[in-house]
């Protein structure tokens, strides 16, 4: 026999075709394993023969074994003679001796890494027959047994040899016995080899025992096809699915941790996971885990994944197309869920939170849109605090639902809903400084501006109550939303003006002549650190002017100037030149007089208002002399480069703005933000007339470097011709 032969040297060993998985209709026989117990008693009575089995699994090739370092011939005299005469605990010796730290401990997932012929698994099988047959726990290994090691070290090859060495050892019952038994996390093998993802795997474990998916993990309390699905592992959930028979409709069957089911993570991995699992069974759609959360509150709190872009949901002709289209288009969970279950647009959490909640708390308006298309009484919903969705959105920074709900028409019933303290949805965006969610409930002209809450304030009140005292910067968000409100309309409570700001009341005065000590130090030192922060960009400005005017520029010079030292050829009969000279000579007198302003803004011994102006007037002056440098680096660039490429020197001058316009980016964005409430609400000319005239005023205090560095360089060129005698 080749098993007598095979450890022997000199000697030709006949080699058979190795064991595939692969269905076949017969055999040369007539016999098929259509079962692992009938493969076992085809192989116990003819070791020679290795039926096939009815399971579709890739072809167990011959393989290079890393530990053997050859190929090696899964021969029938390997899986049958050589465990028929091998006695327990056998160590062959040699090349295949497999060894680990403790002899009486079951072998590590070291050891199984890299081995898959025939002979390294016998010796892997000697070391743990104790382990398998008996059931007896190992030592330091967590309670894994050789079977969890090959299945989580995804050895396909090592574990068919393991239960086939078992099930010949011990029979088919020992076999299911040994695949049951759990590790101390209570995870059987097949929970390993579905953690890590082997379909092939899964099918051979459900093959050799089709009840061993029932066991759930009993540490999680989670199912196996719990465990596939939330892993997004469609063919092994499908296996497990398949391998239930007729507990397929049990709950438990799909359990998962803190009460979940498979849906609930089927939800999680798109429309195509989900409708899987609700074909299998519908009914896991109204379950709830302990939190109270429906697998739909899990569908719409996720990122969807749609064809269209986000804006496209607040536009009409999404709205009015038919629904049909609108699935393929939006092709997310919530669609399904819904026409599986629609009443569970209505199922609140423990929270008293419903999904068209969840999905404005998570800013998710494809979900808002599923919803409010498919269940439009989910509109007027509200939590457990009275709030809507659009409360949700504007607490929770959902501004792509803010600006959806704003454009929708059905969502004006609840523009102006009040929770349990009064607070309307401009209520909550005042309070929290959501610049860019005031101005799109600003843009709707069904929101109301003067309604109070439970404490009498408007929404006007609130944001006079946000302004922070002190010196603070001009344009931050709590003095821009109060401008906003007032220009747009809105007004205050009820009350006397002198009241409102608190200028009458004795208690108010009283605390605030407690805190002026308090205040004047805090504004001192704000403005100390302020003045230091200017002024090291002031002196940078003014050091990089005095040298670059000094500095001699490449080309051209002329060395019989009177003075003795040259003059650049290009002075006095090229424009660019005389308008680098001017705008070099503005940085430097503009910053230099920043940082005399500076040094009187940072010193505590002035007063504090005088201090305030000086740092004003410094601000604006640092902030001229970068447009001066700006305007001087890209004409030195020209110059320079203009006669030998003229195209780089252009790109250049091209480039530079770039500074200056990020230096304004802040303030036309919320310009531009602004001009929407006003355009809505007060009209075209007056938005027009606003924003021209700030935009005109920002262009101005801006740019007026640019007027007089060009207006002057053009003179001083006009009189240089003037002077020059004629020919």
């Not at 012929?117 to 892997?124: D, G, H, L, M, N």
């Not at 607040?314 to 092709?331: D, E, G, I, T």
């Not at 647009?345 to 969840?358: S, W």
């Not at 344009?475 to 109060?482: C, V």
Request: glycine content about 8%; aromatic content about 8%; some cysteine.
């Amino acid at each position: 026999m080749a098993s007598s032969s095979a450890g022997q040297p000199g000697q030709q060993r006949r080699r058979r075709p190795p064991p595939t998985f692969e269905a076949s209709a017969s055999t040369a026989n007539g016999a098929q394993a259509d079962t692992f117990a009938s493969y076992l008693e085809q192989r116990s009575a003819n070791p020679q023969h290795i039926p096939p089995v009815v399971v579709r699994l890739k072809p167990l090739k011959p393989a290079w074994c890393a530990h053997c370092n050859r190929k090696r011939l899964e021969e029938a005299e390997d899986l049958g003679a050589i465990v028929s005469a091998m006695p327990p605990n056998r160590n062959n010796g040699g090349e295949h001796t497999v060894s680990w730290s403790h002899a009486d401990a079951a072998p590590r997932e070291l050891a199984l890494e890299g081995r898959s012929c025939s002979r390294c698994a016998v010796e892997i099988y000697g070391k743990a027959r104790r382990h398998l047959r008996d059931g007896s726990p190992a030592a330091g290994s967590g309670g894994n047994t050789p079977l969890h090691q090959a299945a989580r070290s995804g050895n396909l090859r090592m574990l068919f040899h393991l239960v086939t060495l078992l099930g010949l050892d011990a029979g088919h019952g020992r076999v299911a016995e040994a695949l049951r038994r759990t590790n101390e996390r209570q995870e059987t093998a097949l929970h390993m080899a579905v953690c890590v993802g082997d379909k092939d795997m899964v099918r051979l474990l459900l093959w050799v025992d089709p009840r061993l998916g029932q066991i759930a993990c009993r540490c999680h309390d989670t199912s196996l096809i719990y465990l596939a699905v939330s892993q997004g592992d469609e063919n092994i959930a499908q296996q497990l699915y398949d391998a239930s028979g007729p507990d397929a409709n049990l709950v438990s069957s799909y359990s998962g941790p803190s009460g979940q089911n498979a849906l609930h993570a089927a939800v999680l991995h798109g429309e195509g996971m989900t409708r899987m699992v609700l074909a299998w069974k519908k009914d896991l759609s109204t379950k709830k885990d302990q939190n109270g959360s429906t697998p739909l509150h899990f569908a719409v709190s996720v990122e969807q994944r749609t064809y269209i872009p986000r804006w496209c949901f607040r536009l009409a002709w999404l709205r009015n197309a038919p629904v049909s289209f609108q699935k393929r288009m939006v092709n997310v969970p919530a669609w399904p869920l819904l026409d599986a279950q629609p009443s569970m647009a209505y199922q609140p959490d423990n929270e008293g939170l419903f999904p068209v909640h969840v999905a404005a708390v998570t800013n998710q308006t494809a979900a808002v849109h599923v919803l409010l298309t498919e269940c439009p009484g989910c509109v007027g919903v509200r939590d457990g605090r009275g709030r809507t969705f659009l409360h949700a959105a504007v607490q929770h920074e959902g501004s792509s639902v803010v600006r959806y709900a704003c454009r929708r028409p059905e969502c004006a019933s609840i523009m102006n809903v009040q929770d349990e303290d009064g607070n309307t949805a401009l209520h909550l965006a005042v309070a929290a400084e959501k610049l860019r969610m005031l101005c799109n409930l600003l843009t709707n002209r069904g929101v109301c501006l003067n309604l109070r809450n439970n404490k009498g304030q408007t929404a006007l009140d609130l944001a006079m109550a946000n302004i922070r005292k002190g010196f603070f910067y001009g344009r931050n968000r709590d003095k821009l939303i109060y401008s906003t409100l007032a220009r747009v309309g809105a007004k205050h409570s009820s009350r006397r003006g002198d009241k409102l700001s608190g200028k009458q009341d004795s208690g108010a005065e009283a605390a605030e002549q407690a805190g002026a000590g308090e205040l004047h130090r805090e504004e001192s030192a704000k403005l100390t650190d302020a003045s230091r922060t200017l002024a090291v960009g002031s002196v940078l400005i003014a050091t990089m002017t005095f040298g670059a005017t000094f500095t001699r520029l490449p080309g051209d010079w002329r060395p019989g100037d009177p003075g003795g030292g040259g003059a650049p050829a290009i002075a006095g009969r090229w424009w660019f030149f005389d308008a680098f000279v001017v705008a070099s000579a503005l940085a430097f007198i503009l910053s230099s007089s920043a940082t005399v302003g500076l040094m009187y803004s940072g010193i505590a011994m002035v007063e504090l208002p005088i201090r305030r102006k000086h740092f004003l007037v410094s601000l604006f002056l640092v902030s001229s002399s970068v447009t001066c440098l700006t305007i001087a680096f890209a004409l030195g660039v020209y110059m320079v480069l203009a006669p030998v490429a003229r195209g780089t020197a252009i790109a250049v001058c091209v480039v530079s703005p770039l500074l200056l316009i990020y230096r304004n980016a802040e303030s036309l964005q919320k310009l531009f933000a602004v001009s929407g409430p006003l355009y809505a609400r007060m009209g075209f000319w007056v938005c027009l007339r606003w924003s021209g005239g700030a935009i005109l005023l920002r262009l101005l205090k801006k740019f007026w470097p640019f007027v007089v560095i060009f207006g002057l360089a053009g003179h001083l060129r006009n009189h240089h011709h003037q002077q020059q005698p004629r020919g």
